[in-house]
Structure formats: C-alpha cells, structure tokens
C-alpha cells in the first residue's frame, strides 16, 4: 500500500501561483510514478502531470503545459506540482496519484490522495 497526503491548495486570484505538495509513505517511493488529477465541479477527473520514478521523465496536459512544473525529492518522499499563471479554468480538487509504471500513473493510478482544492479567482 502507498498513502498520500496533499498540501498547499487554497484560494488565489488569476494571474497567480500556487505550490502543492503530496508526501508518499508505505513503499518506497523511487519505484513509483508519480501524478497529479483534479476534478473541476460537474467534469470528470482528468490527467494534468506525471513524473518518472527517477524523475527523469515529466508528462503534462496540453492545457497545462509551460504554465505547471512537476518535480519529485525521492530522498523526502514528496512530489510538487508548481502552478503558475493560474487561470479560473484552473479551478478543481487536485489528486496526488501513484502507480508503478508512468504509462499506468498517466491513466488508471492505483494509489490516490484525499485531494486539496484549488480555487482561482478572475
């Protein structure tokens, strides 16, 4: 089992950043992609970034890319996604997920997080 436990949501006018964290614990953590989810109020949950298990590899939405950077401390057992430019489109509760493959990470994660709300405001 992996538990995960996002950090850093909150409220925050367009234009502007935020930086969400998600600590690991269970497993060790450079055997596991990493990625990020967020579902917007009446949308389905949709894909916005991954990370390989060495970090090596990074993997964004199109909608996200150049705007949002997701990075990983194996030695911390954390993973960030760094959010910036933020639109009210941005809106949604953003998921921590886990799986052991970044194919597999980018799709059906086997582990999740609680998820923490993002909110952007015009």
């Known amino acids: 089992q992996v538990q995960l436990v996002e950090s850093g949501g909150g409220l925050v006018q367009a234009g502007g950043s935020l930086r969400l964290s998600c600590a690991a614990s269970?497993?060790?953590?450079?055997?596991?992609?990493m990625g990020w989810f967020r579902q917007a109020p009446g949308k389905e949950r949709e894909f916005v970034a991954a990370?390989?298990?060495?970090?090596?590899?990074?993997y964004y939405a199109d909608s996200v890319k150049g705007r949002f950077t997701i990075s990983r401390e194996n030695t911390k057992n954390t993973v960030s996604l760094q959010m910036n430019s933020l639109k009210p489109e941005d809106t949604a509760v953003y998921y921590c997920a886990a799986a052991r493959s970044s194919v597999v990470v980018t799709t059906t994660p086997n582990y999740w997080g609680q998820g923490t709300q993002v909110t952007v405001s015009s």
């Open positions: 269970g497993r060790t953590f450079s055997n596991f992609a």
């Open positions: 990370i390989s298990g060495g970090g090596g590899s990074t």
